[in-house]
């Protein structure tokens, strides 16, 4: 890892190569020392450093934005920190059939990384994400025995749809993907959990609450503050160099002005938009993630999160064109691009990356034990 951040250092041999006798040498020796000290020139430094120079130059083509995906080192004193541990078994509500049901914790991690992250990515890549759903799962878990179940489903601290994180159970998946998938993907998935077991992350001595994830950023996370209503100190907007491989990169929505506003007025009954038209509708801010944050639609404001929802966008992270009577969206990546960026750490462990470094990245200042 180091070595491809290194940069070759051009002036090692400048100093040692030059001759340093002084004038007072043998007078027959000079014109020998100084052909020798030009042929040393031409034939050892001169091709050095114009291949040193290459070699930089190719570096920083390969790896442009290497330095913005490096994590921080892993942090040597951890004794501050108040270590967790998880429960043998959690109580998830399966939406499906209005019931709840015991599942051996780490059954569960690996039930939720099967529905989660498609098993064809990368095992450090896997790995990570076991350690952000187990830790996600732990807090969650953690709230309810504190403050009660939610609301959403007061009698388990979790359910199995996005409202918490999806979860499938082993028949389930063997139902709904196949023997081979169980046989192959299934043993690939149970192993990355299983190398990461009990692990979880911690932010200033205390376990992480919002281990968030997304599908793609689009290049940058967001700061959480920006999507949601609160700042979080992990959940900090970073690059997100890696997502070339990533589904939904540019996406094209296109609606009648008409059409644009009706779904709008309809989401948000509440806002006066008055008369919407094509010269009345502009992007007017954006976050530090490059998202839309703000929008004018009519004589209204909107947040970019809002027309996302509204129109069933896959980001707030958009442009806009009209012509005559059209809207186009155009989005980049998919999600709400706050935390882990899932084709973001896929692109990441394929670059050599491990899933600590890659969590590091992602959630800001984290330490995993
Ligand atoms: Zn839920």
């Known amino acids: 890892m180091n ?19 002084g004038a007072g040498g043998l007078g027959l020796l000079k014109p020998a020392l100084l052909l020798l000290s030009v042929t040393l020139f ?52 399966r939406s499906a059939i209005g019931k709840t049901e015991k599942v051996p914790f780490e059954i569960y991690v690996k039930g939720v990384v099967s529905s989660e992250m498609p098993s064809t ?10 350690v952000a759903a187990r830790t996600y799962s732990l807090s969650k878990y953690l709230r309810a025995k504190k403050n009660g179940n939610p609301a959403a489903h007061s009698s388990a601290p979790v359910c199995d749809t996005v409202h918490c994180q999806v979860y499938q159970g082993k028949q389930e998946l063997k139902k709904n993907k196949g023997s081979a998938w169980m046989n192959n993907d299934w043993k690939k998935i149970s192993a990355a959990v ?9 932010y200033d001595g205390q376990l992480v609450e919002q281990a968030l994830f997304h599908s793609s950023s689009g290049g940058k996370t967001e700061n959480c503050e920006d999507v949601f209503a ?15 491989e ?20 309809r989401t948000y009954p509440g806002k006066s938009f008055g008369t919407v038209t094509a010269s009345n509708i502009k992007i007017r801010s954006h976050s530090s993630g490059g998202r839309v944050e703000t929008m004018q639609v009519g004589s209204a404001s909107v947040t970019g999160k809002q027309v996302r929802e509204a129109l069933g ?13 059209k809207i186009t969206f155009t989005t980049t990546g998919s999600g709400h691009g706050v935390g882990m960026s899932q084709y973001g750490a896929n692109g990441m462990a394929k670059a050599g990356y491990s899933y600590k470094e890659i969590l590091r990245h992602y959630y800001s200042g984290t330490v995993i034990l």
């Not at 990515?121 to 076991?130: I, R």
């Open 313 to 325: 966008l896959y980001s707030a992270n958009f442009t806009i064109s009209i012509a005559q009577d």
């Open 194 to 202: 299983d190398a990461t077991k009990g692990q979880l992350m911690y």
């Open 246 to 265: 990533a589904t939904h990169q540019k996406e094209t929505e296109t609606l009648t002005i008409s059409e644009f506003a009706e779904k709008i007025k």
């Open 121 to 130: 990515f990368e095992e450090e890549a896997l790995k990570a994400q076991s």
């Open 3 to 21: 070595q491809r951040r290194q940069k070759p250092n051009i002036c090692v041999f400048s100093l040692r190569t030059r001759s340093r006798r």
């Open 42 to 93: 031409v034939l050892v430094i001169v091709p050095f450093a114009i291949t040193s120079l290459f070699t930089a130059q190719e570096t920083q083509e390969q790896t442009p934005t290497q330095a913005e995906a490096a994590p921080k080192e892993e942090p040597t004193d951890t004794s501050d920190i108040q270590q967790e541990s998880v429960p043998a078994s959690i109580t998830v509500y």
């Open 230 to 244: 609160a700042a979080v100190p992990y959940l900090v907007s970073v690059e997100s160099p890696y997502e070339e």
